[in-house]
């Protein structure tokens, strides 16, 4: 499918009326660095210019956490284990993270995304939806306000953008894909449909691998294909998501752009050097696991109920497990009993154990009233 140019059409076509029953065709921007990790490196290290770049660990075990343009060429992705990313390009450089950093360069963007509206939803440090349908500085066109965004953040930080335009969060988050690195497209209320019915149903956002070979077990391969499913067939194999699956096939996607997205959990992971496959040896590794959870628990005053195990093979198949029990966890001791407890279950094992996560969610503060709040711990 050829990337969409930048267009005004999306307001042209799709005036708001003043008709107060008229629907409200809403503006939506998703702001996606290119590459963005790996191109931080590249700014502040002159020597990494042009050169595959991933950021992550170079150890047996290690996996890229992102990977410069140059290096996606040879086909180096993100969670990519490094042994393999080395093997498809052996000229690649890794580079350490500098999680602080990118912490500090994404408050920079955020601060100019803050110029033109305060609906902003932040989706990871490097990506962000915007509704821009009302806007501080009173700009009628949002692919306006995309260029200006970008422009800022280049002169800002050094580093490109790319931007998606839409009337909603999908097909704003699949635009800014179509024109990407550092580029923005525009996908219009009357181009959605037939967009959507054109796409691979495994590249929507939101579908994974898993999906996307169950789809196509029943014949949805494309949007268009999934438009022909009836809404009983779709919740009868996807349940709740069925409804979601069905609505998109047709370009329709209500979610409003939310500046407090619900966040619900904790989480810390480790990948081990060697694979486990004692007992003793891998409830030894939940116990700094659950310490990094609780002491960033404890640092925003809140807690949980209901810890989650993570599991990852050596084969890298991996499980969950959870348990919530009926007041809050009171220590690190205790996350990391119940965890353990969890992990007793898949003993013994046959497979080696390459990595562990253990996650507190169902937040409260102090007197068990939930709470929103998310951290992912890197």
Not at 243 to 253: C, H
Not at 290 to 305: D, F, P, Q, T, Y
Not at 309 to 323: C, E, G, M, N, P
């Amino acid at each position: 499918m050829a990337a969409l140019d930048e267009m005004t059409a999306l307001e042209r076509d799709h005036e708001v009326e003043t008709d107060d029953a008229a629907p409200v065709i809403r503006k939506i921007i998703h702001v996606d660095m290119d590459a963005f990790y790996a191109s931080v490196e590249q700014r502040d290290n002159p020597d990494l210019r042009g050169k595959p770049v991933a950021v992550g660990g170079s150890a047996a075990r290690g996996v890229v956490a992102a990977a410069s343009y140059e290096a996606r060429a040879f086909g180096v992705r993100s969670a990519l284990p490094s042994v393999t990313a080395k093997r498809r390009c052996p000229d690649l450089v890794f580079v350490k993270p500098r999680f602080d950093v990118y912490r500090s360069v994404s408050a920079q963007i955020h601060q100019i995304f803050a110029e033109h509206t305060d609906l902003i939803e932040p989706l990871s440090l490097d990506e962000a939806y915007l509704d821009v349908t009302e806007n501080k500085q009173g700009i009628a066109f949002a692919t306006e306000i995309a260029t200006i965004i970008r422009a800022r953040i280049k002169d800002a930080t050094g580093l490109n953008a790319s931007a998606g335009i839409s009337y909603c969060k999908f097909l704003a988050k699949m635009a800014s894909d179509l024109n990407k690195p550092n580029g923005q497209a525009v996908i219009t209320p009357k181009m959605g449909p037939a967009f959507v019915a054109d796409l691979a149903v495994k590249k929507f956002h939101g579908v994974g691998p898993a999906t996307a070979e169950k789809m196509q077990r029943l014949g949805i391969v494309t949007g268009a294909d999934l438009r022909e499913k009836s809404l009983a067939l779709l919740r009868d194999n996807f349940g709740k998501s069925g409804g979601w699956y069905y609505r998109i096939s047709r370009g329709i996607d209500e979610r409003p752009v939310q500046p407090d997205r619900p966040r619900k959990s904790i989480g810390a992971e480790d990948t081990f050097a060697a694979d486990i496959f004692e007992l003793k040896a891998a409830r030894a590794e939940l116990i700094p696991l659950a310490e990094k959870v609780w002491n960033h628990a404890e640092n925003k005053r809140i807690s949980g109920r209901t810890v989650t195990l993570k599991v990852k093979y050596a084969d890298f198949q991996q499980i969950t497990r959870s348990r919530t029990v009926r007041q809050n966890v009171r220590n690190a001791d205790e996350i990391a009993e119940i965890a353990g407890t969890l992990l007793a279950e898949l003993f013994p094992v046959q497979k080696g154990i390459r990595l562990l996560g253990v996650t507190l969610s169902s937040l409260g503060d102090s007197s068990g009233r939930v709470r929103d709040e998310q951290m992912s711990l890197l």
